[in-house]
């Protein structure tokens, strides 16, 4: 059974960096032909996809978030890591990780039960 576990501080302060740790069991984070996503979902709204890191390494993001998101993986660790620059208190919600099979779109199999971060001075 595939695990994912999101780990990180759950509170910010604005203007920081945000940054959250994905550490995955049970299947290797290269494995052909994964990928790695990072999902947040803010109080009162939808899933929003914010970016993944594939098998190879390739990372893809959101285009509304592209600009404070890098996403990176720790292959010996098995892990990988979400950063989000010059958070605001939008910011603020449940993020998720989670794996992306091989299909058409970014479908979603197994997830992590998600880590709350508030974005507060």
């Known amino acids: 059974q595939v695990q994912l576990q999101e780990s990180g501080p759950g509170l910010v302060k604005p203007s920081q960096t945000l940054s959250l740790t994905c550490t995955v069991s049970?299947?290797?984070?290269?494995?052909?032909?994964?990928?790695w996503s990072w999902i947040r979902q803010p109080p009162g709204k939808g899933l929003e996809w914010m970016g993944a890191?594939?098998?190879?390494?390739?990372?893809y993001y959101s285009p509304s978030l592209k600009s404070r998101t890098s996403i990176s993986s720790d292959t010996s660790k098995n892990q990988f890591t979400l950063q989000l620059s010059s958070v605001t208190p939008e910011d603020t919600a449940v993020y998720y990780c989670?794996?992306?099979?091989?299909?058409?779109?970014?479908?979603?199999?197994?997830w992590g039960r998600g880590t709350q971060v508030s974005v507060s001075s």
């Open positions: 989670a794996r992306n099979p091989p299909t058409t779109g970014w479908s979603y199999d197994y």
């Open positions: 049970s299947t290797s984070i290269t494995a052909k032909y994964f990928c």
């Open positions: 890191i594939c098998y190879n390494g390739n990372a």
